[in-house]
């Protein structure tokens, strides 16, 4: 994984804030950046486990430290975390092709639906997809499809809640907030040349 650039760093760190004495890490949300095949991320971690994990859009850095500590309820910080140790020792093994179960913690923020949404996502194993249809079903209620395809769209803890694993009930790819080419990469990573199999057969 590529290092971040000096003037990135500098502007997440302005924006986010570091540790200090005024600053202490009892009831914060941690964040970092880290670089990877896919680009830069930006990771948070709580006590409980990974919290966060989303493609950084570097021109809405304060915009979103605002929403994260609305979010949460918590500051903001760019610290050392050792759950975010964890995890980018997992993602490297992950994009290596050497890493096929994450097992670094991982804390779900939102409504009792959403959650049992993301939580049905990280029963999808690697090499495999599903559909929204199919997801509904697992859920125990197949009439709502629309709500969970929206509860997928909510997900920000990427790669760990593989929102990227559920497809179109057709095999085609559908909405991914990291765009469609990051999640053909992924599924490429998963499935190697069964996905461009599956997308010339439909």
């Known amino acids: 994984m590529q290092s971040t650039s000096t003037e990135l760093q500098a502007a997440f760190d302005q924006t986010f804030g570091k540790f200090s004495p005024s600053n202490p890490l009892q009831a914060c949300v941690a964040v970092q950046l880290l670089e990877t ?13 990974v919290c966060l994990l989303e493609y950084l859009d570097r021109d809405k850095l304060a915009q979103r430290s605002a929403q994260l500590r609305q979010q949460f309820g918590y500051p903001v910080l760019s610290v050392p975390h050792f759950h975010l140790d964890r995890l980018k020792d997992e993602l490297a093994q992950y994009f290596a092709g050497t890493l096929t179960q994450f097992t670094v913690p991982v804390w779900l923020h939102g409504t009792p639906f959403q959650k049992r949404v993301w939580t049905e996502l990280q029963r999808i194993s690697y090499g495999h997809t599903i559909a929204y249809e199919d997801l ?10 629309r709500a969970v395809a929206r509860a997928n769209s909510m997900n920000r803890v990427y790669l760990l809640v593989p929102c990227h694993r559920v497809i179109g009930k057709n095999g085609q790819l559908t909405g991914y907030a990291g765009g469609l080419w990051r999640k053909r990469w992924l599924l ?5 040349g069964q996905l461009s199999l599956r997308l010339t057969t439909h």
Do not use: C
Request: overall charge negative; charged content about 15%; glycine content about 14%.
């Open 188 to 192: 490429e990573l998963e499935q190697p």
């Open 37 to 49: 095949p896919l680009g830069t991320l930006l990771v948070g971690a709580v006590s409980d486990g």
């Open 136 to 145: 509904a079903h697992r859920m125990g209620q197949p009439t709502a499809i």
